[in-house]
Structure formats: structure tokens, C-alpha cells
């Protein structure tokens, strides 16, 4: 069973960076894709990012052009680089993986494993 561990979240004013790291306890079969989702309080957990089966990178729109998914050089594991952020992003932000179609990618239910989540706060 996969674990998954998140990291990075913290408090930062507006217009500034984070970095979330995602580690994972093994390396994952290459037709799952991993992905970034984030819930913020009485909202219902949002699709973030996903590189679907190793191959392409999707955003939600609200994130494209300011956040970057991508592998890291440290084996199993996946860095969510997020700039320019706003208040609206504060957030709890959660690494999942799972083997949904591309249709799918979007959707929480069809992600096997999850992280505990890193809270992320954007002040303004």
C-alpha cells in the first residue's frame, strides 16, 4: 500500500511562493497518475493538478500559468511550485495516485491513496 507524505505548506502574504513536496514509499506503476487536490473549509475537495501516467501535466484553470507540478530528482516523489498566490488559494492540499482515465483526472473518487494533507494560508 502506497503511502504518501506531504510537505511545505505554511503561512505566506500574497504574491508569494511555496513549494509542496509529496513523497511517496514507493515508486508507483507507470499507469497512475499523481495529483494535487485541495479542500478548503466547507468546500468540496478541488482537482489542483495531475501528470497523468507520466506522461502530460494538467491544471484547474484557476491555477494555471501560476502553479507547477513536476518530479523531483529525490526518487518517488512530486513538487507542486505555487506563485503568485492569493488569498483564495488557502487551503488544506492534498497529494493522491491512482489509475483514473484522463476523463477522470479530475475527480477525487477515483484516487486510491491519499496524504494527510499540508495546510497552505495566503494572507493579504
Known amino acids: 500500500q502506497v503511502q504518501l507524505v506531504e510537505s511545505g505548506g505554511g503561512l505566506v502574504q500574497a504574491g508569494a511562493s511555496l513549494r509542496l513536496s509529496c513523497a511517496a514509499s514507493?515508486?508507483?506503476?507507470?499507469?497512475?497518475?499523481v495529483a494535487w487536490f485541495r479542500q478548503a473549509p466547507g468546500k468540496e475537495r478541488e482537482f489542483v493538478s495531475g501528470?497523468?501516467?507520466?506522461?502530460?501535466?494538467y491544471y484547474a484553470d484557476d491555477v494555471k500559468g501560476r502553479f507547477t507540478m513536476s518530479r523531483g530528482n529525490v526518487k518517488n516523489t512530486v513538487y507542486l511550485q505555487m506563485d503568485t498566490l492569493k488569498p483564495e488559494d488557502t487551503s488544506d492540499y492534498y497529494c493522491?495516485?491512482?489509475?483514473?482515465?484522463?476523463?477522470?483526472?479530475?475527480?477525487?473518487?477515483?484516487?486510491?491513496?491519499w496524504g494527510l494533507g499540508t495546510h497552505v494560508t495566503v494572507s493579504t
Open positions: 493522491a495516485t491512482g489509475r483514473p482515465d484522463l476523463s477522470g483526472i479530475r475527480n477525487p473518487d477515483l484516487y486510491n491513496y
Open positions: 514507493e515508486q508507483t506503476p507507470s499507469d497512475y497518475t
Open positions: 501528470i497523468f501516467r507520466t506522461t502530460h501535466t
